[in-house]
């Protein structure tokens, strides 16, 4: 079945860009979701990105794909204390089957 | 627009005994997931359903977990007898086919805490 992998952790300063990674298995997937996860609530769903499409932009937000390599990246710009959380990538495939990678915890310091 | 709503928010109950969780989807989507979440992991997918009918149930432990969906709109997710590992949040999902993204939108979750 499909895997999904992130990393752990990742700190950055507040007003530096963020890039959080994923990797998938399925080169079959045909969306591709960043989710964030806040303490004690569910998934927001952020932005999504085709299986066509290479890059795609939503106001602080960049999604990077790269097929060849099964590598998405989430990219935020000027990040702030309010980014602090937990992002999931997310990789759908055949059947409408939605598999999550274990998330990235990211740690925006002042 | 009211998001997906889910009942109770946590739970703590003694092993072995029975528990329910509640789910009410964004009206008008027909699609309807329970995933299982534990600590510091993605959700991992229980059942979903297409309106009433349950058409991917091959991660639900069929001894102990049940679910229904008897309308097509709301869903109940059961657990009997409850175990320790059984602690984590359940998290439920709505998504509608239109636009063909299939975007699933989460609730806020149960959080379960079996002693």
């Known amino acids: 079945g499909e895997d999904v992998e992130q990393s752990l952790f990742l700190s950055v300063r507040e007003g530096d860009s963020s890039v959080i990674n994923c990797t998938y298995t399925?080169?079959?997937?045909?969306?591709l979701y960043w989710y964030k996860q806040e303490p004690g609530a569910g998934l927001q769903l952020l932005t999504y990105?085709?299986?066509?499409?290479d890059m795609k932009q939503d106001q602080r937000l960049t999604v990077l794909l790269n097929k060849k390599d099964k590598h998405l990246s989430l990219r935020i710009a000027d990040t702030q204390t309010g980014d602090s959380a937990i992002y999931f990538c997310a990789v759908r495939a055949a059947g409408n089957k939605l598999t999550f990678g274990g998330g990235t915890r990211v740690l925006v310091k002042p | 627009e009211a998001g997906v709503v889910q009942s109770p928010r946590y739970k703590i109950i003694e092993k072995k005994q029975p528990v329910a969780f509640w789910c009410n989807p964004i009206s008008g989507h027909n699609t309807l997931y329970w995933y299982l979440q534990n600590l510091g992991q993605g959700p991992e997918l229980l059942i979903r359903y297409e309106n009433e009918e349950a058409v991917d149930d091959s991660q639900l432990p069929k001894d102990r977990f049940s679910a229904e969906r008897l309308k097509g709109v709301d869903s109940t997710l059961k657990i009997q007898p409850a175990e320790l590992g059984d602690s984590a949040v359940y998290l439920c999902a709505s998504s509608s086919r239109a636009g063909g993204s299939y975007e699933q939108y989460f609730g806020p979750g149960t959080r379960l805490t079996v002693t």
């Open positions: 990105i085709f299986s066509n499409m």
């Open positions: 399925d080169s079959s997937s045909t969306y």
